[in-house]
């Protein structure tokens, strides 16, 4: 297999994605890649994120503003340094993970998407559809769910 040129992964700050940043990183590595780590998320008040994170308590990590996206990226930058990755952009995209993930892969000239496959297996996520088994089905480069669950 070619070696790639552009390696996206996407981070919700949960350890599940974390575990993609780390396996996306090595990849990067490997390859002498660039890597980029993309963030999607919706701006949200502090109230907001407070009450949301009453409500959906050990999900909460999906909710999050700017502020908590930055701070998800830099904590991925970091891991992923700490792999091997020397070539690192980190974005944050308002929108959903799906289309926020494509549009950075082509925005980027990706040629290899790394998500985690949380959701891949639930009920949900086989009934509403899930991150993995969505860009898998919609990305025109190659994929690479990474078993983090």
């Not at 890597?35 to 949200?44: G, M, N, T």
């Amino acid at each position: 297999m070619a070696a790639y040129n552009t390696v996206v992964v996407g981070t919700d700050g949960s350890d599940s994605s974390f575990a993609a940043v780390d396996r996306a990183a090595a990849v990067a590595a490997d390859s002498g890649a660039t890597l980029v780590i993309a963030c999607a998320y919706y701006p949200a008040s502090r109230h907001d994120v407070e009450k949301a994170q009453d409500v959906l308590r050990d999900e909460a990590y999906q909710v999050v503003g700017s502020a908590p996206a930055e701070d998800t990226l830099q904590s991925a930058r970091d891991r992923a340094t700490r792999v091997g990755a020397t070539k690192i952009e980190t974005v944050a995209v308002v929108g959903e993970p799906v289309e926020s993930l494509g549009k950075v892969v082509d925005e980027r000239a990706a040629d290899l998407l790394v998500v985690g496959n949380r959701g891949l297996n639930t009920l949900a996520g086989r009934i509403l559809g899930s991150v993995p088994s969505e860009v898998a089905r919609k990305s025109g480069v190659d994929v690479l769910i990474v078993h983090t669950t």
